[in-house]
């Protein structure tokens, strides 16, 4: 079948750096995204990971094993701002739809 | 900045009425994706769209739902008729390139309450 794993909550206080990880299962895997999402807005767009490796967006970084089905988020210096939901989301080759997780929630206290 | 723009953004009806949801995506780009988000399903695809053709809607319940695209500048997602149980957040986002597309600007939703 196909499914995506992720935490569903993460706490981490302001300054700090956090990893929400993500495991799928697919066929037809074409790359990983990652989503955020506030409270109350629409999901926006964070990272792409086509190929194996470490993609890096200011204090964002993305990473993905194709070998081990896993991918991660990586936040760092972490602002209050960051609190939200962090979707990770597969692309199928197969089909070309993308299928989110379920979303991790994370709040960043001071 | 190019936005998904969807209408109407808020509504609330009566169950067995008919509810139609619109969106405009952006110039340009070649897929369209409705996505219904509750807190107990998370994001759920519903039906998904490239260059305007219907690719996929096996997340849609077809007794109720329809999803279309009459044009490049519309897609619609009408519910008839509607339940309780349809209530949640309906996104529309789109996207550009190939198969896969992963990089998917949303819409800021349309929140439907069902009585």
């Known amino acids: 079948g196909q499914s995506l794993e992720q935490p569903s909550e993460v706490t981490a206080v302001e300054g700090a750096i956090v990893q929400i990880n993500c495991t799928y299962q697919t066929s037809g895997f074409y790359g990983l995204s990652w989503y955020q999402q506030h409270d109350g807005g629409a999901p926006t767009f964070l990272s792409y990971n086509g190929l194996d490796g470490l993609e890096e967006t200011g204090r964002f970084s993305s990473f993905l094993s194709r070998s081990d089905s896993y991918g991660y988020l990586l936040l760092q210096e972490l602002q209050m701002k960051d609190s939200a939901s962090y979707f990770c989301a597969y692309g199928s080759s197969n089909t070309g739809k993308l299928i989110f997780g379920q979303g991790t929630t994370l709040q960043v206290k001071p | ?115």
């Open chain 2, 1 to 115: 900045d190019a936005r998904v723009t969807q209408t109407p953004r808020h509504k609330v009806t009566e169950m067995g009425q008919e509810v139609t949801m619109r969106c405009q995506p952006i110039l340009g780009h070649n897929t369209v994706f409705w996505y219904r988000q509750t807190m107990m399903q998370g994001l759920e695809l519903l039906a998904y769209f490239r260059n305007r053709a219907p690719l996929d809607d096996s997340g849609m319940p077809k007794d109720r739902f329809s999803a279309e695209m009459p044009d490049a500048t519309l897609a619609t997602l009408k519910i008839q008729p509607s339940e309780p149980r349809d209530s949640a957040v309906y996104f529309c986002a789109s996207g550009s390139g190939g198969s896969g597309a992963n990089v998917l600007t949303f819409g800021a939703g349309s929140r439907l309450t069902v009585l």
